[in-house]
């Protein structure tokens, strides 16, 4: 004969697989509680990224509206020869008439001059700035400069391309290597916080 306080004892007793399931369920509340937080730090940090990518951007336009301002009739020219003694506007001549499309083009008012000091041992010709009378004819050039590729030797090693002002140029690569920084931040911050990102 079992007395009421033995009853109530085995009544209160649960089987070893519900009480399995019930500390179960709660590692998974908890685990649930975790990713949620973890999910809210990415989206806060995902509105943060987006926020610094759309500065960026701006400031990048921004750049390139200067530039745009005061080299837009300026021309790189990559590749030709450098001699001493040469005459730069000659050959600078014999590349306008390779690419021109037949038009006479004269270059006898545009400013040209090559960039940097001769090297002892230099590997590679310096370039040659050009600056064109307009941005119509600068960029006709641009568009038919891919005609070198097909030129005789030794045009065919020359390439044009649009004069970037140097404070320009190295504010845009340093705000490219900024978004690029702030992409990998964002993606290892997300991968360290256990988040799903295919690394």
Known sequence: YRSADDRVNTTNQQPDWANRLLGEMKDLRSEVKVLLQLQSKVDDLSVKL????????????????IDSEHSENNLIIMGVKDEPGERVDEKVQCIVDEISLGRDVSIKDWKIKRLGNITTGRNFPRPILAVVQSREQCNTILDNSKK????????????????????VRNEMARLRKREREEKAFQLQRACTEGRQCGC
Do not use: W
Not at 50 to 65: P, Y
Not at 151 to 157: G, I, K, S
């Open 50 to 65: 987006d926020s610094a990518l759309g500065v960026i951007h701006q400031r990048q336009q921004f750049m390139e509206a």
């Open 148 to 167: 070198l590729k097909a030129a005789a030797v030794p045009l065919t090693n020359v390439y044009v391309k649009k004069d970037v002002h140097p404070s």
